[in-house]
């Protein structure tokens, strides 16, 4: 007997041995990184956001001769091409989708119109999202009208003889970016018009049918009517608000002119390289004199013209918006009217019965 517990004693021992020579778990992986968000009462933890990046986005690239592509740049690659801060970038992202901005820069314009947001320089426009269904109406006015008003002039002038582009530059259409500003405007107007119109149609139906039952319903829909005409006629009033800004100041619609900055760079180049087999380190003095001299005649001659131009365009479509908005104005006064009268007899009824 005493040799029976003796073994199963040495039994139990070996066993309790092995068992605490097991292998250890595997680590477990690191928890995601917390953070407490809300107030401290709540104390509560949710993961941490990863950082995101910004991806690809549809560009359609239409230049002065009317070709075009469709290519997906990233920011930092938009940014590089056309010489633009990031913060212009920002100006065309979703934040700013009902602002309207017409902003100069040193190569570029930047355009944030109602669903037109693009990036136009001398040469070429960049247009955001070209597919959407609002876009499409400008895509095609840029197909019909920029390959028939291409200046040769003023690109032969710029590489070619001196004397031709001061003679020729009065002779020119506008400028490419000023072209690609008045499309714009053109087809903005229009969108806007027709939503007055579309809304001026669907009013009068309101109205009838309130003027025939003072009831709850009709009333919400004169007053859903006009609701649609308050954020319209915030759209109009944004649109024109810009356009009056650039009014207000010559020098904004100046730095407007890309074409004349581009021009200028061209002759310098052109300038710089036929005198590049003589001595350049004597007559540099003299061929940036020569320079300064062609390219203020030509600022004078037609800088002075195109920008009137501009300013013409531009009070052309300011009137256009400023009619706009009194259509929307007079509408809304005509609905408040109507729906004050009907609602005091509503009212009056009301008290009376009960």
């Known amino acids: 007997m005493g040799g029976k517990k003796t073994s199963k004693t040495k039994s139990l021992l070996s066993f309790r041995r092995r068992s605490n020579k097991l292998p250890s778990p595997p680590p477990r992986s690191p928890p995601p990184t917390l953070e407490i968000t809300g107030s401290p009462s709540e104390n509560r933890l949710v993961p941490k956001p990863k950082k995101k990046t910004g991806g690809a986005r549809l560009w359609m690239r239409f230049d002065r001769f009317g070709k075009s592509e469709l290519v997906e740049w990233e920011k930092n690659t938009i940014i590089r ?4 801060p990031a913060r212009d970038l920002r100006i065309l992202g979703p934040v700013f989708s ?17 669903f037109i947001k693009a990036i136009v320089t001398a040469e070429e426009i960049l247009l955001l999202d070209p597919l959407r269904q609002e876009v499409l109406p400008f895509v095609e006015q840029l197909r019909q009208q920029l390959p028939h008003k291409t200046q040769p002039k003023l690109l032969g002038g710029a590489g070619g003889g001196d004397e031709s582009v001061p003679e020729g530059a009065e002779e020119l259409p506008l400028p490419f970016e000023f072209q690609v500003l008045e499309i714009a405007l053109e087809v903005v107007c229009t969108y806007l018009d027709k939503n007055v119109a579309e809304l001026e149609k669907g009013a ?24 649609n005409l308050t954020r319209l006629l915030a759209r109009v009033q944004k649109v024109r608000d810009e356009i009056e800004h650039l009014l207000d100041d010559n020098e904004d619609m100046a730095q407007l002119y890309l074409t004349r900055k581009w021009l200028q760079n061209q002759q310098l180049d052109a300038h710089l390289g036929a005198t590049a087999s003589n001595n350049l380190l004597n007559t540099s003095h003299s061929v940036r004199r020569i320079n300064s001299t062609r390219s203020g005649s030509l600022v004078t001659s037609s800088d002075d013209n195109d920008v009137e131009d501009l300013e013409m365009m531009l009070e052309a479509y300011f009137m256009q918006l400023d009619g706009t908005r009194n259509k929307i104005l007079s509408l809304s006064l005509v609905l408040r009217m109507d729906q004050g009268g009907k609602l005091g007899c509503l009212l009056l009824v009301s008290v009376i019965y009960y």
């Open 204 to 227: 009068y139906p309101v109205l009838d049918a309130l003027a025939k039952n003072v009831s709850t319903k009709n009333l919400e829909h004169v007053r859903s009517l006009k609701s």
């Open 81 to 84: 091409h056309a010489a633009i």
């Open 98 to 114: 009902h602002s309207s901005n017409i902003l100069a820069r040193e190569k570029a314009m930047v355009v944030n119109l109602e």
